[in-house]
């Protein structure tokens, strides 16, 4: 998450790595999932516009497997209403 903070695209690869890291070690890790959809909505949202679908759909994957595995996550819940509200999906509706 540290790497995550930085908010250039080197942190966001090496970020990726390590989120990548904890999944090989526990597949079921949703914090994980969350962090590597933060390193792609990070591009999506501020740093490479050329790579947007790419980008858009990197970071909603990565976020709808972390709210799979936890669905009670903040997080993970966060990062998916902030990219149903940008990606105007206003009648998005999850419960709980």
Same mark, same amino acid.
């Given at each position: 998450?540290?790497?995550?903070?930085?908010?250039?695209?080197?942190?966001?690869?090496?970020?990726?790595?390590?989120?990548?890291?904890?999944?090989?070690?526990?597949?079921?890790?949703?914090? =994980?999932?969350?962090?590597?959809? %933060?390193?792609? #909505? @990070?591009?999506?949202?501020?740093?490479?516009?050329?790579?947007?679908?790419?980008?858009?759909?990197?970071?909603?994957?990565?976020?709808?497997?972390?709210?799979?595995?936890?669905?009670?996550?903040?997080?993970? =819940?966060?990062?998916?209403?902030? %990219?149903?509200? #940008? @990606?105007?999906?206003?009648?998005?509706?999850?419960?709980?």
């Amino acid at each position: 998450m540290q790497e995550l903070k930085k908010g250039t695209l080197e942190a966001d690869e090496q970020a990726r790595i390590y989120f990548q890291q904890a999944m090989d070690i526990d597949p079921h890790y949703a914090r =994980a999932y969350t962090g590597m959809s %933060l390193t792609y #909505f @990070n591009e999506w949202s501020c740093q490479i516009w050329d790579r947007w679908e790419v980008s858009q759909k990197g970071a909603f994957g990565w976020a709808q497997k972390a709210f799979e595995l936890e669905e009670r996550d903040h997080v993970s =819940a966060t990062i998916l209403g902030k %990219l149903y509200l #940008f @990606n105007g999906d206003y009648e998005k509706q999850n419960t709980f």
